[in-house]
């Protein structure tokens, strides 16, 4: 693998030359609101395969053949809990849940009410005993370098212990933020209680935002956030690394930040 450049800075000056200074002058917020007024916008998505793959699947400039690549490396924007429920198992389609909630707190549709005293929200309501029948999940809003829009990965029940491991990780060493760094996200293949092989989400610190980074993403990060509040529930996100058959054990805490 090539060796990792830093961002630099044009001798004598303060320009940023990082692949992130092309969103410095963007309004997010303006450029939604006057170019995509009234069209049905949604963010590309970044898949996380089934069955134990190992490369994720990002949109590249043919929409019928995504890029396979085993790593790749991204800010995050902002990130929030959601739950996703069908009474009936997802079969496909376009099928919306018939409960969901986007801040992991209310659900909406049939339950709903609060997330924390729902009977679907509890281990051992899953497929065969096993698991939750209502699926953690967390969104990520995701910027690489020399692009202007989020990317959304959904990551799965069984990614969420290793995302929370590495959030930890961040704030525990100079109180850092997931939106100060560049991520680095790759996969591994793991196993649930019940043999069942999946991918896994693994996370690591590619390099830290240089000051000047910080305060464009910053801005960055502040308008993605309440953008994502229009944002709905994508079809597939419920399924993206085949989630449905692939909890932790009933004994394994899930943190949720």
């Given at each position: 693998m090539a060796a990792r450049k830093e961002p630099d800075k044009m001798q004598g000056t303060d320009v940023v030359?990082?692949?992130?200074?092309v969103i410095t002058d963007v309004n997010f917020s303006k450029m939604m609101a006057d170019?995509?007024?009234?069209?049905?916008?949604?963010?590309?998505?970044?898949?996380?395969?089934?069955g134990g793959g190992l490369s994720y699947e990002i949109p590249g400039d043919d929409p019928d053949a995504p890029d396979a690549v085993k790593e790749f490396s991204a800010v995050i924007l902002y990130h929030h809990p959601m739950f996703v429920y069908y009474?009936?198992?997802?079969?496909?389609?376009?099928?919306?849940p018939d409960c969901s909630s986007f801040d992991g707190e209310t659900g909406e549709g049939d339950p709903a009410g609060m997330c924390s005293k729902c009977e679907y929200?509890?281990?051992g309501t899953g497929d065969n005993g096993v698991g939750k029948a209502c699926k953690?999940?967390?969104r990520l809003y995701l910027l690489r370098e020399g692009e202007l829009f989020p990317m959304i990965l959904s990551l799965p029940t069984g990614s969420l212990k290793p995302f929370s491991a590495y959030l930890m990780r961040l704030f525990g060493k100079g109180g850092r933020l997931s939106s100060e760094v560049v991520t680095r996200f790759s996969l591994k293949r793991a196993t649930n209680s019940t043999g069942v092989v999946y991918s896994q989400g693994?996370?690591?610190?590619?390099?830290a935002l240089t000051p000047e980074e910080k305060a464009i993403i910053g801005r960055m990060a502040d308008q993605v956030k309440v953008y994502s509040r229009s944002v709905g529930f994508m079809f597939n996100e419920a399924v993206?690394?085949?989630?449905?058959a692939r909890e932790p054990a009933e004994d394994e805490d899930i943190p949720l930040f």
């Open positions: 030359t990082s692949g992130f200074a170019e995509f007024a009234g069209l049905d916008i949604s963010f590309d998505r970044i898949k996380i395969p089934a009474r009936d198992k997802y079969t496909g389609g376009n099928a919306p929200n509890e281990f953690a999940r967390r693994q996370f690591a610190v590619d390099r993206d690394g085949d989630a449905a």
